[in-house]
């Protein structure tokens, strides 16, 4: 009898349901978007019970246009956005309508305690191993909690985390996993294990994070109440998956050292597989998470605003052509892709920084801002396209010589692996080979990489595969990209350039910060 792993990809702007059987061929999904809302500058929440309902609603959308049996369904696992914790009561219930997510910033004061409690950032990290910005770490939002809504941190039986709020649904069962907690600043990475001197430093009570599990564990099983809202069979395992940082790895095939893959989304990040965690403070590696294997741990370094940034152009620059590529069913995309396809490498000198959400690697600055750099009367929307484009592939380079600081060998890598819904744009995927001078190689199914990550482990969880390495060889390459040589010179030429930008600019983000949060209306 076939096997097959039902995925929840909870990303940040949706919940998409996969179905997967076991050579990892996709057989159907349904997608069900949700809102997210932002009350305050550098706020982002969002409505857990619009996850829970995005997830119920794609599950039946997946079963239907699939035709699987639910009771061939072997496991249910998760691929979810990560570093958002939700409080709930012993029974599950929500104490807040809206939790923040991710990218929420508002913890600052909270950080700056926790910093100085330990004689400053770098010993904190240290310790924990993550570098993402200190103000969107779970533990200061668990204190921001505390600190703001005291009610609400005292009825609180547990912290969850997104997939978990949903897990908590569907099994009645409260448990989190080593490759979230490790996201979440309040773990020592070194020793694999949640830290009491952070905890007690930031005088949160620990029994509030729930047990953690590996990610393949089974953590529960459907029960009666979620079967008959979602049409899954009352008792089918459900493992955690991870978060989808950590899916990513799987699902692109990183499982070994000296394998490393980019995925373009609405953020963007690198990761890399190492048998160690990073933690040299000079560098802070945007995080050092743990993987569901021994020994083995996946260095990443994510910018904030990736994708997303596409988006944003096509809004502002395309939103006529979008209504009636929409009309036709067609993607206004191929025809940005167009206009940039006309310009020349390097966009005649016109820059992006891609920083329209503040925070991420390299720089770690919630008051980074996105900006155009050297416009001229010449330069046409597909200028402004193309450099978009160029702009977010010199920060990933960026990100890349990173790496190489700390000894993680990039450049002399054969391939980089490519995934995510970015890089099924062959121009920018070029990009990215010249302006690296490295062969990138699209996995199949670029856009699921997260959810068939998800799915490795659950099958591996309940024994579909034996290990992660042999199910790693089930991912195939779908196109290789090679530098053209006469692209990446010029891109060479241009990249001193782009890295100066953010430095000369740092003091007017702030000043441009703190008239937003004074005069923005929201």
């Known amino acids: 009898m076939a096997k097959y792993i039902l995925v929840h990809d909870l990303g940040t702007t949706g919940n998409k349901a996969v179905i997967v ?115 969107i770490h779970v533990i200061n939002k668990l204190r921001w909690y505390k600190d703001n809504a005291p009610e609400v941190y005292k009825n609180t039986y547990k912290f969850l985390q997104a997939k978990e709020f949903i897990a908590q649904r569907l099994t009645g069962k409260f448990a989190t996993e ?17 830290s009491e001197e952070i905890f007690k430093a930031a005088e949160i009570d620990m029994a509030k994070i729930p047990d953690v599990l590996e990610s393949h564990d089974v953590m529960g099983h459907i029960t009666a109440e979620a079967a008959k809202l979602t049409g899954l069979k009352e008792g089918t395992p459900v493992c955690l998956g991870s978060g989808d940082v950590v899916c990513s790895n799987m699902g692109a095939g990183v499982v070994n050292p000296g394998m490393a893959y980019t995925y ?15 933690t040299d403070a000079k560098i802070k590696m945007n995080c050092s998470t743990v993987l569901p294997m021994p020994d083995a741990y996946h260095l990443v370094m994510i910018t904030s605003a990736g994708g997303i940034a596409q988006q944003w152009i096509r809004d502002a620059m395309y939103g006529l052509e979008n209504a009636n590529a929409e009309k036709a069913g067609k993607s206004v995309y191929d025809e940005m892709t167009a206009d940039a396809e006309k310009i020349a490498a390097g966009s005649d000198g016109l820059l992006f920084l891609p920083y329209l959400r503040g925070g991420g690697a390299p720089h770690f600055d919630v008051n980074a801002r996105g900006a155009f750099l050297g416009g001229l009367l010449p330069h046409s929307r597909g200028h402004f396209v193309r450099s978009l484009y160029e702009g977010i ?87 290789n990209y090679k530098p053209n040589k006469a692209n990446a010179e010029m891109y060479d030429a241009l990249y001193p350039v782009f890295k100066d930008a953010y430095p000369s600019l740092k003091s007017t983000f702030d000043k441009i910060a703190a008239y937003q949060v004074k005069y923005m209306h929201e």
């Open 393 to 479: 592939c010199f920060n990933i380079r960026w990100l890349y010589d990173l790496f190489e600081s700390v000894g993680t060998p990039i450049f002399s890598l054969n391939e980089i692996r490519a995934i995510g819904g970015g890089v099924l744009n062959d121009s920018w995927m070029q990009i990215f080979a010249d302006i690296n001078s490295i062969p990138f190689a699209r996995v199949s199914n670029p856009q699921q990489a997260t959810a068939v990550g998800a799915a490795i482990m659950g099958g591996v969880g309940v024994g579909i595969w034996d290990n992660y390495t042999d199910a790693a060889k089930l991912v195939s390459i779908d196109k």
């Open 178 to 194: 080593w490759g979230d907690a490790s996201m979440c600043g309040y773990m020592d990475i070194k020793k694999r294990k949640l």
């Open 264 to 278: 373009i989304g609405s953020a963007n990040w690198t990761g890399v597989y190492s048998p160690v965690p990073s």
């Open 21 to 135: 059987d076991e050579k990892l061929n996709l057989l159907a999904s349904g997608y069900t978007p949700f809102e997210s809302y932002y009350p305050h500058t550098n706020w982002v929440e969002q409505k857990p019970e619009e996850w829970w309902k995005a997830v119920v609603e794609s599950t039946k959308e997946a079963l239907k246009t699939s035709k699987v049996n639910p009771a061939d369904i072997a496991v249910v696992s998760f691929s979810a956005q990560m570093m958002s914790q939700t409080p709930v009561d012993k029974d599950g219930k929500l104490l807040v309508e809206r939790t923040p997510i991710w990218a929420d910033g508002r913890s600052d004061k909270q950080a700056d305690r926790l910093n100085k409690a330990f004689g400053g950032l770098d010993k904190l990290y240290e310790l924990h191993g993550v570098g993402w910005q200190s103000e």
